[in-house]
């Protein structure tokens, strides 16, 4: 299990507890799959473009003929539990 640094809030007097290791969320796609917990990843985007086929949120169609495709972005976050632990990997 990876633990994560929980950021103190504003009035708290309590240092964290979980300073063992300190990991960003990845920023790129190729970078989120070449971690440690890229399988997490991976879970978290098939999770994330099934629920985009259940709301029929697209359709596939024919390139027209010059024209440019629209691109997208992953977007890679954590949600942690109040104990700083990882409780979900969302993409």
């Known amino acids: ?16 507890q ?17 971690r440690n917990d890229a399988v997490y990843w991976k879970k978290a985007c098939a999770e ?6 259940k709301q029929e949120l697209f359709s596939i169609v024919l390139k027209p003929v010059g024209h440019k495709v629209i691109g997208c972005k992953w977007v890679f976050k954590t949600k942690l539990n109040e104990d700083g632990q990882v409780e979900r990997y969302k993409a």
């Open 48 to 53: 994330e473009l099934e629920a985009f086929i």
């Open 1 to 16: 299990m990876t633990f994560y640094l929980r950021q103190k809030v504003s009035g708290e007097s309590e240092e964290p």
């Open 18 to 34: 979980n300073t063992a290791l300190v990991m960003k969320n990845p920023v790129t796609y190729e970078e989120a799959m070449s």
